[in-house]
């Protein structure tokens, strides 16, 4: 009986293969079984899951078969009642009929794409992309001249409205499209197709949810343009010849697009998180791409004034513009330095933002006041920041002065101000007028009497000559106060110091000590 049981599951489970499979065949072998392509889309309609994927491996076969044997309608598509009432041919009914059914399909499978069941998403984005490939080389639509370049935009559009849903979280999904963004025209129509879809979405929601936001970000950190200029010839959608005519076959095109694509994104009121992860990505995978680099400068200033890391993220990009880009911005450093607060030693940005500021430092032709500055406003920080972040802050200071010899001065004042003269103005928020420069570095002097002995050491570093070649903090900035507890544990302790001339035998002493005449240990 459970032999005949499972034989029975398993028949049922052939059911709908064996029957869609039937109706695909009458279908592709008689015209007068078109009819049954209803069947077949019905079952796209199935709550069954195994239902449904055999749907739509079935209508892959048929009309990926129509297609490839041109039966169906190629032109603008007219309204099916008209035809059918008309008096056309029965050949040209049939195209048209088929090629509504076709539509229909097209539809359904874009509306998979947010089923609740992975493999059928994927398997309905795998069928689109097939459709997508046969229509690009048997077109539907009538070339406008001779060389007209033809992609199935409007069936590309339902591919990436589906990838942008408002509702589903679609980063799985997003994850499979990748391996299509290899394909030079896929990408430029991708971007194109992105562009419309948040225009589209944001006309209907003028506040779209998080998940929208995060699907449209994830889509276009996807694509990624070559750097240097190349022949695109790497074609998802196969033609004879490719004209040198054809926008997409040009990088510079392609950068046009993918400005526009990212523009037209960031346009918009974003999530604060989002802020943070375009800000991430702007510096290396956006900037490079743009045709014109510098119409970011107003979202990134805008960003500048968000505070926090959200400022410290875009000052990267605005640094790039100016060393890059020849762009102005004369209060990059003030924002720099506006940033430089106690916070800064303990929030989880820390290692990212000593990294970029030792960048924006970098430079020998810094005037002397703005060094002095920045490192006067850290020796000071310094005083309350953790032995973790001193063992880095000290080396990034030391580093200033071997740049800026002119600075050198903040150690080298022997007649230097008395403690309640320092000149420095911390309240100051711009560092030109902070008088840092007549100050001088007397933290790192208090900070040579830290109560942990490597922080002390790295202070005294200035009571030498600096030596020329900088002292890299890279291994330093992630540093943690459990990194510097582990290396003190494995210190080894200082050698043992005789405490008397003659060493102790035994727990009573020496042999002729009182207590050892007097009592004995049994």
Known sequence: ??????????????????????????????????NAVFDVLAALQSEDQEEIQEAVRACSRLFGALLERGELFVGQLPSEDMVMAGSQGAMRKYKVWMRHRYCSCCNRLGELLVHPTFQVKELALGTLMKFVQLEGAHPL???????????PRTLFRVVVGGLLSPTDDQSLLLSQFREYLEFDDVRYHTM????????????????????????????????????????????????????????????????????????????????LSLYKKVLLVMHDSILPHLAQPTLMIDFLTSACDVGGAISLLALNGLFILIHKHNLEHPDFYRKLYGLLDPSIFHVKYRAR???????????????????????KRLSRLALTAPPEAL????????NLLRRHPACRVLVHRPQGPELDSDPYDPEEEDPAQSRALESCLWELQTL?????????????????????????????????????????LKKKGPEPVPLEFIPAQGLLGRRDDLCAQFFTLS
């Not at 459970?2 to 072998?29: I, K, N, S, W, Y």
């Not at 639509?141 to 992609?151: A, D, V």
């Not at 950068?255 to 523009?263: D, G, P, S, Y």
């Not at 970029?356 to 490192?375: K, R």
């Open 192 to 271: 194109q197709a992105a562009s419309d879809a948040v225009a589209q979405v944001t006309n209907q929601q003028p506040e779209p949810p998080l998940t929208f936001w995060n699907n449209a970000f994830t889509l276009l950190c996807a694509v990624s343009l070559p750097l240097q200029e190349q022949d695109l010839s790497t074609f998802y959608v196969k033609h004879v010849e490719l004209l040198d005519k054809w926008k997409v076959t040009h990088l510079r095109e392609h950068r046009k697009v993918f400005q526009t694509m990212w523009l037209s994104f960031l346009k918009h009121k974003l999530p």
């Open 141 to 151: 639509e009538q070339p406008k001249w001779e060389g007209h370049y033809l992609f």
């Open 1 to 34: 009986m459970e032999a005949e049981a499972g034989g029975t599951e398993r028949g049922r489970a052939r059911d709908p293969r064996r029957a869609l499979g039937r109706l695909v065949q009458a279908v592709l072998c008689s015209r007068g079984e078109a």
């Open 448 to 488: 040579q009497r830290h109560y942990h002995p490597e922080v002390s050491k790295a202070a005294s570093v200035i009571n030498q000559a600096l030596s020329v070649p900088e002292v890299s903090i890279a291994p330093l900035l992630e540093l943690t106060a459990y990194e510097v507890f582990e290396q003190d």
């Open 353 to 375: 933002f000593f990294h970029l500021a030792d960048l924006f430092l970098s430079s020998s032709h810094l005037p002397a006041y703005l060094v002095a500055a920045f490192a």
């Open 391 to 398: 063992l880095m802050v000290l080396p990034f200071i030391c």
